[in-house]
Nanobody, 121 residues
Framework: QVQLVESGGGLVQAGGSLRLSCAAS????????MGWFRQAPGKEREFVAA????????YYADSVKGRFTISRDNAKNTVYLQMNSLKPEDTAVYYC??????????????WGQGTQVTVSS
């Protein structure tokens, strides 16, 4: 198990940028694939982006492709989500997740407490 703490959320105007960070505890961080998910009020949690343990492979939801970038620093046990050109529909609580496999992250992963992102129009 790995413990995750997100930070960096906030209120931003449409078109603005935010960078989320997720700090992980544990010596095996570099073994885990990492991901970002989000959940808006009244909606199910949805996939945003994921990155392999090495950082060599990244995956994005179509809705954020070209605007968001996921990255990781294994020396700092941290994964990032750079969010540019934000839209009001990006408003949600953003969660960091970790699992040995991206495929099972949503169902079996470890989760952070979430950080609120609000984009005003």
């Amino acid at each position: 198990q790995v413990q995750l703490v997100e930070s960096g959320g906030g209120l931003v105007q449409a078109g603005g940028s935010l960078r989320l960070s997720c700090a992980a505890s544990g010596r095996t961080f570099s073994s885990y694939a990492m991901g970002w998910f989000r959940q808006a009020p009244g909606k199910e949690r949805e996939f945003v982006a994921a990155i392999s343990w090495s950082g060599g492979s990244t995956y994005y939801a179509d809705s954020v492709k070209g605007r968001f970038t996921i990255s990781r620093d294994n020396a700092k046990n941290t994964v990032y989500l750079q969010m540019n050109s934000l839209k009001p529909e990006d408003t949600a609580v953003y969660y960091c997740a970790a699992d040995l496999s991206i495929a099972t992250m949503l169902s079996r992963g470890s989760w952070g407490q979430g950080t609120q992102v609000t984009v005003s129009s």
